[in-house]
């Protein structure tokens, strides 16, 4: 029984200005605290303390868990694409299935998507990642060598 091994050689999280809007959110729930401790009533300030709560959870710490969570992953063998929540979406690629790698910008200011296309029709697209020239460069190396 014959094992192979795999190597990892290049593991990327998405860009860390994703998380611009949700550090925002924070900062600005923090400071209405502050702000608002010592003029108004202590009901109305539990009131404000449960909505802090709830924008914080809403739209800080689910973001967050989201873009620690997700991750790329080039072996020698494979590329593996976690996404979601949890990193409950998980999309595998063998680079013996891999048929074309596009890379492309579909708007002027925005960042380069990269696809992938395996043979049976499937595709998949990434998007978010800094360096995603050099990205798929790699991949394209990687692919050439299994084939």
Same mark, same amino acid.
């Given at each position: 029984?014959?094992? *192979?091994? =795999? *190597?990892? %050689? ?7 200005? *994703?998380?611009?809007? &949700? ?34 959870? /809403? ?5 967050? /868990? ?9 072996? $020698? ?10 990193? %409950? ?8 299935? %891999?048929?074309?790698? $596009?890379?492309?910008? &579909?708007? &002027? /200011?925005?960042?380069?998507? %990269?696809?992938?296309?395996?043979? $049976?029709?499937? =595709? ?7 360096? *995603? ?15």
């Amino acid at each position: 029984m014959a094992q *192979t091994s =795999e *190597t990892r %050689l290049v593991r990327l999280r998405p860009s860390a200005g *994703t998380l611009l809007l &949700p550090n925002l959110v924070l900062a600005v729930s923090v400071f209405c605290l502050m702000f608002f401790s010592e003029t108004v009533s202590p009901e109305v300030y539990q009131i404000l303390i449960w909505s802090a709560i709830g924008a914080i959870s /809403l739209f800080w710490l689910i973001p967050v /868990l989201n873009w620690l969570a997700s991750s790329l992953v080039v072996t $020698d063998q494979r590329l593996i694409h976690r996404s979601g929540l949890f990193g %409950l979406r998980k999309k595998v690629i063998q680079f013996s299935e %891999l048929s074309s790698i $596009d890379l492309q910008r &579909p708007k &002027p /200011l925005r960042r380069k998507v %990269l696809s992938l296309s395996k043979v $049976d029709g499937q =595709e998949l697209t990434i998007s978010g990642y800094s360096r *995603t020239k050099l990205l798929a460069a790699a991949i394209e190396a990687e692919a050439s060598k299994t084939l």
